[in-house]
């Protein structure tokens, strides 16, 4: 069964919504830029307008498609690489069978001693596990815990974030340059947040069974004007640290939701995770429904006091 739109699914359970709108939307592309530019209404209902050029050299650099994983493949991949390993083992040490079955890889070693055997297959599974981790990253997966201790693949989240830190601070700018020289940096994120929201959401399905269906690199997100909340996350995220770069961050990884924390002192009323001894006020990029900064949803509140949710640090 398809899962509740993660936008959708917030906005419904705020009391009285009101919500983001998106005016007009335009991008093209020169020989040297991605050329963006926006009108939205912000949380008091005026009318914002921004515009930012993005370098197509440093972005093309960055992936525009997240694959989607896939077991099988995944376990093709691993199978070659020790099989590879295999073949530099000397046959008159050890004889070994390798062979796929199911979602496991077994293992066949006759050697002439047990000791010795132990340290083939030892090598063996280093060279599995050594397989494995260089599939995700060559493909921008990483492993995932869920908020219920289950072991899954997700897209690498931090990785784009901290890839796409430096390709967005022309955006950054932008928004920066239209705040008012003395204000602090809650009005640079209620802004970013405003437009962020009121770019139309994309459902994001089961993050654990999804494969890394939906997820929408930063790049692509602009350019098709839509996004789940993951995606808008880590848009928010790198956006965010550009801004900021040397202030504590999370990326909160609810069970279909996802939010962001800084370390900013926190005003009353505004909502508190904490990690360690630090807190971090949280805040929402989804949207459709404005949320200020340091303000959820109710249904994102009540997970959030259940610790339903895992945190990865932003560097």
């Known amino acids: 069964m398809r899962?509740?739109?993660?936008?959708?699914?917030?906005?419904?359970?705020?009391?009285?919504?009101?919500w983001s709108q998106q005016q007009q939307f335009s991008y093209s592309r020169d020989g040297n830029s991605h050329l963006f530019r926006y009108q939205w209404h912000d949380f008091s209902n005026n009318a914002e307008n921004v515009r930012f050029a993005l370098p197509v050299e440093r972005l093309q650099q960055l992936p525009t498609i997240q694959p989607n994983y896939r077991k099988a493949i995944a376990q093709r991949y691993v199978w070659v690489k020790m099989m590879e390993a295999a073949q530099r083992i000397d046959p008159r040490t050890a004889r070994i069978k390798i062979t796929p079955r199911g979602e496991d890889i077994l293992l066949n070693i006759r050697a002439r001693n047990a000791s010795l055997q132990q340290d083939v297959q030892t090598q063996l599974r280093q060279a599995q596990e050594d397989a494995f981790t260089a599939y995700l990253h060559e493909h921008y997966f990483a492993r995932f815990t869920t908020p219920y201790r289950q072991q899954a693949v997700k897209p690498d989240h931090l990785r784009y974030i901290q890839e796409s830190i430096e390709p967005l601070i022309p955006l950054a700018q932008a928004f920066y340059e239209k705040v008012d020289a003395q204000s602090d940096a809650r009005q640079y994120l209620n802004l970013l947040l405003s437009?962020?929201?009121?770019?139309?959401?994309?459902?994001?399905?089961?993050?654990?069974?999804?494969?890394?269906?939906?997820?929408?690199?930063?790049?692509?997100?602009?350019?098709?004007n839509k996004g789940d909340c993951d995606s808008?996350?880590?848009?928010?995220?790198?956006?965010?640290?550009?801004?900021?770069?040397d202030t504590p961050m999370l990326l909160v990884l609810l069970r279909e939701h996802a939010v962001l924390g800084i370390a900013l002192t926190p005003l009353s009323g505004e909502t508190l995770i904490t990690q360690g001894n630090t807190r971090y006020v949280v805040f929402d990029p989804t949207g459709p429904a404005l949320m200020p900064f340091g303000q959820v949803s109710s249904a994102t509140k009540r997970e959030l006091a259940s610790g339903l949710y895992t945190t990865e640090v932003i560097n």
């Open 3 to 18: 899962q509740f739109f993660c936008c959708l699914f917030t906005a419904i359970l705020l009391s009285a919504p009101a």
């Open 195 to 224: 437009w962020v929201q009121s770019i139309p959401y994309d459902e994001l399905e089961n993050r654990a069974q999804s494969n890394g269906a939906g997820f929408s690199p930063p790049l692509t997100l602009l350019t098709q």
């Open 232 to 245: 808008k996350a880590v848009l928010t995220a790198a956006a965010t640290r550009a801004f900021l770069p």
